[in-house]
């Protein structure tokens, strides 16, 4: 970028130094600033070394881009902090636009997951692929917030975790009925390769106990629960899984 440019963003770092995540336009295009985050209390121990973390996703942004990969384009960094080109509304956002119809929205996400196995094929992990953590424009998907680090160096479980996270989000949003989720599932289950199914749902066996643990809560369950609830049974279904379960 050019150095009025990366001037402009030294100027608006001092004007906002230590917020998280800013919005700003320049010369017509949006970007965000993002800075590492500033932790207190019991945060300090349940997140650690942020900046440490803040420098590995920069780090991983960088290599990404370099390789054209489906991230939003990093337009300048520093030690605390990094610049992002805006890609577009986020796939919970695109969710609840009213103006779409359910063939735009699912059209939209169908898109997103064969991004996202794509991007297990390259042996490339996000370790949180939440919707909200997606981004949509004009057709085009981007991953965001490459922040959860896991030491281990396990395939397998890398790629489970990120499809259960991706599905996991869309059994939050309400508007998604048993029906659309089911949807939702089978074409991910028929678009991935069967061992990443396969490995996703042996997880899921393993802890189904935990599912009848939590049964009794589920009438007083909130958003996090129940979208765990949700991905049980949604997962446990005889069209999804009669071998496995």
Not at 51 to 66: A, M
Not at 118 to 131: D, K, N, Y
Request: contains cysteine; aromatic residues 14%; charged residues 25%.
């Amino acid at each position: 970028m050019s150095l009025l440019f990366k001037a402009h963003v030294q100027m608006l770092l001092k004007e906002h130094r230590g917020e998280r995540v800013f919005q700003f336009e320049y010369l017509g295009k949006h970007y965000w600033l993002k800075q590492p985050e500033q932790l207190k209390g019991i945060w300090l121990l349940l997140k650690p070394h942020p900046k440490q973390h803040f420098k590995e996703e920069c780090e991983i942004l960088q290599h990404l881009n370099n390789i054209g990969a489906p991230v939003p384009k990093l337009c300048d960094f520093g030690d605390d902090y990094l610049v992002l080109e805006d890609a577009g509304p986020t796939l919970n956002i695109w969710l609840n636009d009213e103006k779409l119809s359910w063939a735009e929205k699912s059209h939209i996400l169908h898109s997103a997951m064969e991004i996202l196995i794509s991007l297990h094929q390259q042996g490339i992990f996000h370790g949180r692929p939440a919707i909200r953590d997606i981004a949509w424009r004009d057709g085009q998907i981007s991953f965001m917030d490459f922040e959860s680090h896991s030491k281990s160096h396990n395939e397998h479980w890398l790629i489970t975790r990120d499809m259960l996270a991706f599905l996991d989000s869309l059994c939050r949003v309400k508007s998604l009925d048993d029906e659309k989720l089911d949807e939702l599932f089978d074409y991910y289950k028929s678009h991935c390769p069967t061992t990443y199914w396969t490995d996703m749902l042996s997880y899921v066996r393993r802890f189904r106990w935990l599912y009848y643990l939590l049964l009794p809560f589920k009438p007083i369950a909130r958003t996090d629960l129940l979208a765990v609830y949700r991905l049980f049974e949604h997962l446990t279904k005889e069209n999804l899984c009669k071998n496995y379960f």
